[in-house]
């Protein structure tokens, strides 16, 4: 392997694997065969992984579950041995994995911040200098005197994360323990975070957050099933693993097929007039959607373009998008609505229109017809994942009708650099002016 000084971490043909048995017994079976049958398996969680991370640099590892963030991130801080490959690391690390990783419960706090600190070098006297930085990050009061089995995870994730994030770490690596704090806290954890990356810390990072992917990372590396899929700017690796999700393997590969190289590099956008084909196969499509309808009409297209006419499922706050809708009809219609409505994950609708509130009415359709209807508005949504729905409905002898809906059929990832409190921004223009009191105009 290179004795590069410009990598904090190196990874090279990594695999690890585990041997899986039907019964407990044949795991004995195996180990007394004379003619050493096989009993078992082999079950890659990793399958020959290679990449490296650059001293300063942040990356982020998604993919599914099961896909191998976790067990690499183990490897390269040594909880895990693999089975074959070399992982090399240029500094010191400070690692925050899951919960209750290399803290004694039954150690107060304060026992596990020494007890941690020496495990990662530092003396007694070092940690005593850091003891008042991590105490009042983790800002959990007295329980810091109280065993740790004592503690919510809330608790729990405060103290990890004020440990391994005010040792000065060369490289702090994150999974998914995070998403345990309150919304509070993780926002202090990511300026932390941010601090820390100013000041040259290098930073591997495991999330489910495509939002804190595209905003703090500089190159993400994609994983699926074990398999290293591709790594890049993060924009276009979550595209990626968004098809991944929607199970469009067949449009991935055509996709990485497409890629020139992995160096971080940006596609060129992927225009429909350019490309030929649906809109709808360029953008992550829901494969468990809800449809029905009277059959009348059919949505046999739709996509998502962002200000630069791009067609993704990745929007900007702050800028103007179009919903697009190709519609086909099957029967005479005496006037045809169309809609669209984006709610949350709870299902909670959030915003919408249709044609009929924007005054944008459609005469008589015949069998036959085709129409194209775009929306366009500006994001003000908060950054977050969001599922869009839309339809195409009327009224007939007064009776509200519905010729086609497609329920969820698509996400929407708004990323924002600046997220203020509630659904969706009110664009504040704020001003703030000094003003000089009596006493020291006198």
Known sequence: MSEDTEYAIQVEDVSKIYKLYEKPIDRLKESLSVTHKNYHRDFFALNDISFQVRKGETVGIIGTNGSGKSTILKIITGVLTPTSGSVRVTGVISALLELGAGFNMDYTGIENVYMNGTMMGFSRKQMDEKLPDILEFADIGDFVNQPVKTYSSGMFVRLAFALAINVDPEILIVDEALSVGDVFFQSKCYRRM????????TILMVTHDMGSVIKYCDRVILL????????????????????ILANQMEDLEEELQEMNDFSGGMMEPKHVSSHGGLMKEHITINPSRTEYGNGKAEIYDMGLFDERGNLTNLLLKGEYFVIREKIRFLDTIEAPIFTYTIKDKKGTDLSGTNTMFEGADVRPVKKGDEYEVDFRQKMTLQGGEYLLSMSCTGFEQGEHTVYHRLYDVANITVISNKNTVGVYDMESEVRVTRKDSEDAKN
């Not at 941010?194 to 810390?201: L, V």
């Not at 699926?224 to 990626?240: S, T």
């Open 194 to 201: 941010e601090e820390i990356r100013r000041n040259g810390t």
């Open 224 to 243: 699926n099933k074990g398999n290293f899929i591709a790594e890049g700017a993060p924009g276009k690796m979550v595209d990626l693993y968004k098809k």
